[in-house]
């Protein structure tokens, strides 16, 4: 499984960006994508993630009403739409894949990770 993160960059405080997360094409009973972020000298932290229904989402909450996850099958993507960014946001965002039902909290427990984005919210 491959994944592609995009979209990252440079923006006010205030700004918006979408993120996209594109795969490989992939065949499992019970999945999950998610977004965690990497902030400077901190770990990694979940954001935000869906099922492979797409029937549930997962924020962490503080960002939820501000970030929006979709997925759009036909083209085997994932969205993380961003809105009322801060400086707080600023991290390297990555998208990843859970297979089975574990925690889909815990980074550890997803088995497949894109390279990172860069997302910089100036003050």
Known sequence: VQLQASGGGLVETGGSLRLSCRTSIFDFDDYVIGW??????????FV????????????L???????????DNA???????????????????????????SSYYTPINYD???KGTQVTVSS
């Open 75 to 101: 083209k085997n993507t994932v969205y993380l739409q961003m809105y009322t960014l801060t400086p707080e946001d600023t991290a390297v965002y990555y998208c990843a894949v859970r297979v089975g039902t």
């Open 36 to 45: 965690f972020r990497r902030a400077p000298g901190k770990g990694r932290e």
């Open 48 to 59: 935000v993630g869906i099922s492979w229904t797409g029937r549930s989402t997962y924020y």
């Open 112 to 114: 497949y990770w894109g």
């Open 61 to 71: 909450d503080s960002v939820k009403g501000r970030f929006t996850i979709s997925r």
